[in-house]
């Protein structure tokens, strides 16, 4: 069995208002952000990670650091970075919705196929994310048998979503539509047989920042 704990970089200096932070934007962690990785690593004390995986991009590997704590090595995997946003980098929504009016109204239409300007479509996102989920699952097919193969990941808001829409057979053209991907939330995807699919088992939950612990996800 392999349990895929899934989640989001904690609130960050470049949060609010909310803007694209993709892969070209250093952004780090506030008070607020530490203390959301904290939090859900209160929670998953209990759960011994086989590995860890987290984007590259340092709020990232920090909300992976602290949600870990030394129990495991983080593994840094640059298909786990945030969408390139390309010409919007550091652009607020608010502030394309305004001046890049049409590119917004084509991307909003289909984030599957329309490229950003000097970015990437969410068809180029889920090819690299496809590549990463058939590697784990590679892994754990490869790995002596024995009861449960846990792995965390660490990633964004979008090239999560985009990982949920492929994991669980959603047309790409849904991803920002059908999933929520919150700071530190938790969200947990378990395959019983590699070909099989995942079953989602908890979405986006974020019960863990004001005190819930345990685990929800069985």
Known sequence: MLTIFLTRHGHTDRSEPDRYLGQRVHAQL???????????????????FDRVISSPLGRAVDTAERVVGGRATV???????????????????DEVQQQRADEYRAYDADPATYRI????????????????????????????????H???????????????????????????????QDWANLTVLRWSQP????????????????????????
Do not use: C, K
Request: without cysteine; charged residues 25%; proline residues 4%.
């Open 75 to 93: 593994e840094t995997d640059g298909r786990l970075a945030e969408m390139d946003y390309g010409d919007w980098e550091g652009l607020t929504i």
């Open 30 to 48: 506030t008070e607020r952000g530490r203390s959301e990785a904290q939090a859900l690593g209160d929670r998953l004390a209990p759960v011994r």
């Open 117 to 148: 300007p000097g970015g990437e479509s969410g068809l180029l996102l889920a090819e690299r994310l496809t590549t990463l989920l058939d590697d784990v699952i590679a892994w754990w097919q490869a790995e002596p048998a024995r009861g449960e």
């Open 195 to 218: 070909q099989a699919g995942p079953m989602l088992l908890l979405a986006n939950d974020m019960s863990h920042l004001p005190g819930g612990a345990g685990s929800t996800w069985d």
């Open 150 to 180: 846990n792995v965390l990941l660490v990633g964004h808001a979008s090239v999560n979503r985009a990982l949920l829409a492929v994991s669980l057979g959603v047309t790409l053209r849904d991803f920002r539509r059908r999933f929520a």
